[in-house]
């Protein structure tokens, strides 16, 4: 996902909020296996995307995930057979046994998928809301030299894909034919679209250079065109992040976020397990809910 400006509510927090939200929506769908939990996470993620308008641009990398979780959920149910409740019995296998098909392997499966999706809308929400450049502004007071390389750096593959799709248009409206032929005659008109592509990435790389040079970079103390500033939306939201992440880790710790998938399926709906789910989902919808409530309240928008 390609990140775009629309002026949004969730746009406007500071980028360490934004980077706290996702780094704890990540850590707690890595440490907890509950299948609520991580439900709830993908559910906050979710609401997330809909208030920045990218769940229509997000489904196309759920389905680009798809076949993974449809591996995961053929795969581990016949390699981990381990669980009491049997589903399917299948014929034997020499080096593998009986096929078996367990309750708690697809359970686990579907656990595992949740995380899977979990993280990856977590990613997406970052990649929606946060502007690459404002990222690196954090770290390029402390570090200008590796700021600017890992900047460049995301930099340099889309510029590459749009150098490959002109260089091939171009070689294509010459008459060349990149399909036709044999290997070596296919290899070598693959190397026309290689050598214009070092071409126009060298003169791109000794134009950056010039431009650098020209603004005095490495010369003396750097400057700053833009400053981020600290506004009580960033304080809420790293406030029930905070929250969110306490009350998870806590529950993990007692036993309360556990959820044992072998030798039998515990329930899901446990007393123990959905109080702090109570505490974690309104925390980490703080982003969300300010979002919903800056489009509807000007005098929200003008405390916030």
């Given amino acids: ?28 769908a890595l440490v907890i296996n509950h299948p609520l939990y991580l439900a709830a996470l993908l559910v906050v993620c979710l609401a997330a995307l809909a208030g920045l308008h990218a769940l229509r641009s997000g489904a196309g990398l759920f389905l680009f995930c798809l076949p993974v979780v449809v591996l995961l959920l053929l795969i581990n149910p016949l390699v981990a057979p381990h669980g009491t409740t049997v589903l399917w019995r299948g014929p034997f296998l020499p080096g593998l046994g009986s096929l078996t098909v367990s309750l ?29 450049d404002r990222v690196f502004n954090l770290f390029a007071g402390r570090a200008p030299r590796a700021a600017v390389i890992f900047l460049l750096a995301l930099r340099v593959y889309p510029a590459l894909l749009r150098d490959y799709a002109r260089i091939r248009e171009a070689q294509t ?16 008109s693959r190397m026309l679209v290689a050598r214009g592509m070092l071409a126009t990435s060298l003169e791109r790389a000794l134009e950056i250079a010039e431009s650098m040079y020209a603004r005095g970079f490495g010369s003396g103390p750097r400057t700053v065109y833009f400053t981020e500033s600290w506004r009580p939306r960033d304080g809420l939201v790293l406030a029930g992040v905070l929250v969110a992440v306490t009350a998870g880790l806590l529950a993990s710790l007692s036993g ?3 959820y044992n998938y072998y030798p039998v399926l515990d329930p899901v709906f446990r007393w123990e ?29 003008s405390k916030i």
């Fill in 256 to 258: 309360r976020a556990v």
């Fill in 1 to 28: 996902m390609i990140y775009r400006e629309k002026g949004l509510f969730l746009q406007t927090l500071h980028p360490a909020a934004t980077c706290a939200f996702t780094g704890g929506v990540v850590l707690l």
């Fill in 273 to 301: 397990a959905l109080v702090p789910l109570g505490v974690l989902i309104p925390a980490l919808l703080t982003p969300a809910l300010l979002q919903w409530g800056w489009n509807r309240w000007l005098w929200l928008r």
């Fill in 173 to 188: 409206a010459r008459g060349v034919d990149f399909d036709a032929g044999s290997v070596v005659s296919r290899l070598a």
């Fill in 104 to 132: 708690e392997a697809v359970g686990f499966a579907c656990g595992m998928a949740l995380r899977l999706l979990a993280v990856l809308a977590a990613f997406l929400v970052y990649s929606a809301a946060l502007n690459p």
